[in-house]
Every structure is written in C-alpha cells, then in structure tokens.
C-alpha cells in the first residue's frame, strides 16, 4: 500500500469532534476509525499496539541496532475539525496540477486567485475534495505519513534507528488531544508532532491560549411597561462586545500579535452567552488579555448592578517555545534532516494550538513538522502527494539521524 491509498482509505471515516460533548473520545464514530487504525499497525508488524477507552492509539517500532539511542517518537491526531462535515468525503486528485482553476463540483471551484498557495503545488499531484466537505489532511495525511515512514524502516532494514514509538489520539480540533496523552507510557525523551501545515514548516512557538464565557443576566418585562425595569440581555451582549478592541481580532492582526475572537452568541431578552478565544505569544501580554476581558465584566456590574455579567476565563495551553528553547538539538535534528531531504525549512509561529504545545508541558519536548495539507477545516482544503511523501521522508531521516546523535 502506498501513502496516497493508506490516506484515501483514512478519509473514508468520518470523525469529526465536537466541542458540544463531555465524553472522551468526544464523538463515538473516532473509535470506528481508531480500531481500525489498530488493526493497520498490527499488519503492518508494529509491535505493543494499544488502544486505550479514551481512544488514544501507541506503537512501537523496534530498534535495529545494538547501542542505546534516544527513544524518540511521532505523533498525529484523527479527529477532524466542528467547522466543516467530515461526513461521506469524496476526494478527488488532480493529477500534474497546471495552475488553472479547479472545478471541484458543479458550480463549486478552487481557483489560485483566491487560494494563491495553489500555484506553489504546480506540477504536482493534488488530492481535493469535491467542495461539500473538508478533506481531513488536518491530520490523516500525518497520519499516513508517520505509518508509511515506519513500514519503509521495516522494509530498509539497511537504514539503522533506535526504538520509534508512535501515538494518535482524538479530539485535537477542540482542543482536548493532548489532555489524556500517558507521555510516561509512550517512554520518548522527545517527539514531534506530523500537524504542519505546507511543506517545510516546522514549528516550536505557539499561541498562549485561554477561553472566555460570558454570561450576562437580563431582566424581561413587556416592552409596552418596561421602562426603568428592562435590563435587555442582547443590548448589553453588544455592548460587552464592543468593549473589546477592534484591532485586536484575528481579521486585524498576524505574526505575533494577539487577539480576541467572539466565536459565538446566543441570546434574549432574559440572558446571553458570549463564547470567546483569547491568544497571544507573549505570556505577559497574553496574562494582560485574560485580565482586561475580566475588567470589562466588572465595569459592566458596575453600571447595570453586581452579578448582571460573569466572565469565567480558563487557560487551554501555553507557547511551547519555553520548553523547546532549552532543548534545541530536538530542532536541529529536524532542520539536518530537511536538508537532506532537499526540504527548505519555514520556521515560524503558530498562529493556532498543537497537541505538542501541551505536550512539552507535561515534559515531551514536541514541535510541530509539516504534514502537507494546506486550507485547512474547510471544503477548499487540498494536499499534495509530493508533500506527504516529503514528509514520510523526513521522518525516516529523523529517525536514521538520532540513531548518530550524541548528547
């Protein structure tokens, strides 16, 4: 089986996760695909594969050599984004792209002049979607990638490695991936993340990230008697909201600058709920954000009456950068291994979360490489065969380098 078959077979599942639910995985259907997963490792001759009740899948590939090495290890999620169905997928690929437009379905197209990073794939071979549903590269292809590059070490006996763990969990798209991760069963000294999004990137900062929910209590009365009685909960939603800085949203800012995100309202007369993302890169700035939206709830008490408006804010995950930095041999074994794969490495930020992020804090140093896929969680998503081949080529290269690698 080749890479573009084993990712074709994954998109047949749908399993998508949804922020809605308080079980783990979050949706049933991602164990359908996390036994079958099983299933595949076993075949394919990886050895202690589990699959635990909360859906996290490990894997062992054996040493080939005598001298111990770093354990190292790859991990990538299945679960598919809320934003967009992942339901009943009909890949399609576009063989030797020429740069045109892509007629995805009747009436629905994939045109350059509005995705631009279409023409850098010019040439290649390009899996897309036929515009009803996303295509789920976000993180099948990574997925595809880590399987395809262990069977090719089981096959290339030649190429020498230590012990490689592998792992796959649910739930990453709402931000629960990493929560249930057992980093002391999967035994690395370090891993690394296939999640990335085009070819050669590679990614050791991330956003420091917390939630907000706002509950704002409002007062219904007949709108012929209400004056002096009526606290209108969707006025004060709107106001609260405009408390917040314009400039400081995602369609305002880029490369290091946070943000805050309304992702939702629901709302009446008697009460609203106001569902925000707050980011930033830098931990004092992003401390500064979590306290200002809380200021906002106070002011609001104070001008409509205590208890009118509660913010409740959480931290979700931290920028991975302060683990990362102490220990960059994990990164300069990437960028070798990019050069030797003729891959030009992009270093930048995440403007987003990975699993790796929290997995750094619960001690495995984890940054993020590429997996190829490019418009992610919507129905313009693509990847290229090319780029999924890159990357299974830089994991066995990883892989070979660590089995040299002196400390």
């Not at 990712?7 to 259907?29: A, C, G, I, M, R």
């Not at 792992?167 to 990453?172: G, K, L």
């Not at 991975?320 to 930048?348: N, S």
């Not at 495995?364 to 190829?372: M, R, S, T, V, W």
Request: with cysteine; net charge negative; proline share 4%.
């Amino acid at each position: 089986m080749d890479i573009t078959e084993r990712f074709l077979n994954y998109t047949k599942f749908d399993t998508q996760s949804s922020e809605e639910s308080e079980s783990v995985p979050s949706t049933p259907k991602q164990l359908i695909f996390a036994e079958y997963l099983k299933k595949e490792l076993e075949h394919e001759g990886l050895e202690d594969v589990e699959l635990d009740e909360k859906g996290y899948i490990y894997a062992t590939l054996k040493s080939n050599i005598k001298q111990q090495v770093p354990t190292i290890g790859f991990i990538s999620h299945y679960d598919t984004s809320p934003d967009c169905s992942g339901a009943g997928i009909k890949p399609q690929i576009v063989r030797n792209y020429d740069g045109s437009d892509i007629l995805l379905s009747e009436g629905i197209v994939s045109s350059p002049k509005k995705f631009p990073e279409l023409l850098a794939h010019v040439g290649e071979d390009l899996i897309v979607t036929d515009g009803h549903t996303l295509l789920g590269a976000d993180d099948k292809a990574g997925i595809a990638e880590i399987v395809q590059a262990m069977v090719w070490l089981q096959q290339h006996d030649e190429v020498k490695h230590g012990k490689i763990r592998v792992a796959f969990n649910p739930d990453e798209e709402i931000g629960m991936g990493a929560h249930h991760f057992d980093v002391e069963k999967f035994g690395c000294e370090w891993a690394y993340t296939m999640d990335g999004g085009d070819v050669g990137e590679l990614e050791f900062e991330n956003f420091n990230a917390a939630s907000a929910k706002v509950s704002i209590k409002g007062v219904s009365v007949h709108p012929g008697y209400a004056k002096g009685k009526m606290v209108n909960a969707n006025a004060l939603a709107a106001e609260f909201a405009k408390m917040l800085p314009d400039d400081e949203t995602p369609e305002t800012t880029e490369g290091y600058q946070g943000f805050y995100h309304l992702l939702g309202i629901q709302s009446n007369i008697e009460q609203a709920k106001l569902s925000y993302i707050i980011r930033d890169h830098d931990r004092e700035r992003f401390e500064d954000r979590k306290r200002f939206i809380q200021r906002c709830a106070e002011q609001m008490n104070q001008k409509y009456g205590e208890g009118t408006v509660c913010c409740d804010v959480k931290d979700q995950y931290y920028n991975m950068k302060e683990k990362i930095d102490p220990q960059m041999h994990v990164i300069d074994l990437v960028l070798r291994a990019m050069q030797e794969c003729e891959v030009a490495p992009k270093v930048r930020p995440i403007r987003g979360g990975t699993d790796g992020a929290q997995l750094s804090f619960k001690g495995l140093p984890c940054p993020n490489i590429f997996a190829g896929g490019v418009n992610f969680h919507g129905p313009y998503e693509f990847v290229s065969i090319q780029s999924m081949e890159k990357a299974m080529q830089v994991i066995v290269k990883i892989c070979e380098l660590t089995a040299a690698y002196n400390d």
